[in-house]
């Protein structure tokens, strides 16, 4: 019955219209992610700008595809975040010194360019909708690209998250004075 055709019965029915349904998927689909990231690195102070950045995803079913592109997009602005910049900082007490947004550096949408979403519908056979897990997979491959794109613009391998300014700096010269 389509929902127009329940709908008409609506007012007949004497009560609500209630459905449910449900399904015990054996194992999880695999979920699969990547990016491709162009950034350029001030060897002044260490500031890495992004320049472009794709994110390309098998989503299974893209039940919502607006939706599935903002976890995706969603995802990867975290993992850049993590990548170049997101950090805790603590005092002699132990305490956390950058514990407020103002003081925690996250990117912002001024921060980043507009992030391109591919996604990809290969249907999961372990759902009844062929969907899978979306805003997970998207958070792991920028760390890699981001570094990989860093390194390519340095000539330096870093070796640690964030690859903030004061660490490229740090890394670069120390690479530098060894050459």
Do not use: C
Not at 2 to 15: D, I, Q, V
Not at 76 to 88: H, M, R, S, T
Not at 168 to 177: D, H, K, S
């Amino acid at each position: 019955m389509t929902f127009g055709e329940m709908a008409s019965k609506l007012m007949g029915s004497g009560g609500l219209i209630t459905a449910s349904a449900s399904a015990d998927p054996k194992q999880a689909g695999p979920s699969f992610s990547g990016m491709i990231i162009d950034v350029e690195v001030d060897k002044e102070t260490g500031k890495v700008d992004v320049l472009r950045t794709t994110m390309v995803q098998d989503v299974g079913k893209a039940a919502h595809p607006s939706y599935v592109e903002g976890q995706m997009q969603g995802g990867a602005v975290q993992g850049i975040g993590w990548a170049l910049n997101e950090e805790y900082f603590y005092n002699e007490e132990g305490g956390m010194a950058n514990s407020s947004f103002l003081d925690y550096r996250m990117p912002t949408s001024l921060d980043l360019p507009m992030i391109d979403a591919v996604i990809v519908e290969v249907p999961n056979p372990t759902h009844p909708f062929g969907i899978r897990g979306v805003g997970e997979s998207s958070i792991i491959s920028p760390m890699a690209a981001v570094s990989n794109a860093v390194s390519r613009a340095t000539g330096v391998r870093f070796s640690q998250l964030p690859m903030s300014p004061g660490v490229i700096l740090e890394v670069t010269r120390a690479q530098t004075a060894k050459e």
